[in-house]
């Protein structure tokens, strides 16, 4: 059973390696920003949005539209408006993990308890309303542009790989980075019948540890698990048990990073909410690049 960053900010922490974003990070970030562009990193949301087969999909509902005025609804003073409702996962499309999301040996992160987990409240500790908004410096580290394609699917993003990518970026991992891994699968997906959710490239355990040990605050990808698919013989879901459990770093997953590309911007100002779902063990959200 690994601990690596249990205590570290105290035996009731639940923010996990969103600690190492603070006042100097927060600077830092700002101070990247050149021209002002503001650039939306998240799918769309629809009742087309793929989710995998053990996860519905969004639903959409009218409480008032249009049709209502037509068929004869009252106008009070003459005014009109529309009102919807949304039934979804919170784990679809854009989205973060919260803390909670992920454990073995029936220890969340900083030794909290999974059986405090239950389906009338949800999470008693590490749910996504602990999680703070995040502004830092982000650093796309660009598989495809590395390799010259989008990666295959089930493909290895090794240690190496985003070593590699740095040195393209002409950076280096810094404490409290949001790191973001362009590995071409959701562009890849784009004209897809059927979403192939079981078989997507994405980062080893040994790349996940390299960023956690460089103090990174969060990791995201344009893929649906962050981490490959089909996961190394005799392991289930290997990069969020290390990361998410064992580090306190949560994982961002299914960005859409075309805008971010096109700019050709490798460092920028990131910043992201969670919805503070009381007790979620995640959340669809928005991010953006300040470029």
Not at 57 to 65: A, N, W
Not at 172 to 186: C, N, V
């Amino acid at each position: 059973m690994s601990q690596e960053a249990w205590g570290q900010w105290g035996a009731d922490d639940e923010k996990g390696a969103l600690n190492y974003i603070g006042p100097d990070q927060v600077k830092h970030a700002a101070a990247l920003v050149q021209t002002g562009e503001v650039l939306r990193l998240t799918q769309l949301l629809s009742p087309s949005t793929p989710v995998p087969h053990a996860r519905c999909g969004l639903q959409h509902f009218m409480t008032r539209d249009g049709g209502d005025y037509a068929a004869g609804q009252r106008k009070a003073g003459g005014f009109q408006f529309a009102d919807d409702a949304v039934m979804m996962p919170l784990h679809i499309g854009t989205h973060i993990d919260a803390l909670c999301h992920a454990w073995y040996d029936d220890k969340l992160y900083n030794g909290y308890l999974g059986n405090n987990i239950r389906s009338m409240r949800g999470a008693k500790n590490l749910g996504i309303e602990k999680m703070p908004p995040i502004v830092t410096r982000g650093v796309l580290l660009d598989m495809v542009k590395l390799k010259g394609r989008c990666l295959n699917p089930g493909e290895t993003v090794s240690e190496k790989d985003l070593q590699d990518a740095c040195h393209q970026a002409n950076t280096i991992p810094q404490q409290g980075d949001a790191i973001i891994i362009r590995t071409g699968w959701l562009e890849s997906q784009k004209n897809v019948k059927a979403v192939d959710f079981d078989s997507e490239p994405g980062i080893n355990v040994a790349a996940a540890l390299w960023l956690a040990e460089k103090k990174v605050a969060i990791v995201g990808a344009d893929n649906f698990a962050v981490e490959q698919l089909p996961f190394p013989e005799g392991t289930i879901f290997p990069v969020h048990q290390r990361l998410i459990r064992d580090y306190g770093i949560p994982l961002l997953e299914g960005m859409m990073l075309d805008p971010l590309v096109e700019s050709q911007r490798m460092v920028f100002m990131f910043v992201a909410s969670a919805l503070p779902i009381v007790g979620a063990t995640g959340s669809p959200l928005s991010p953006v690049a300040i470029l």
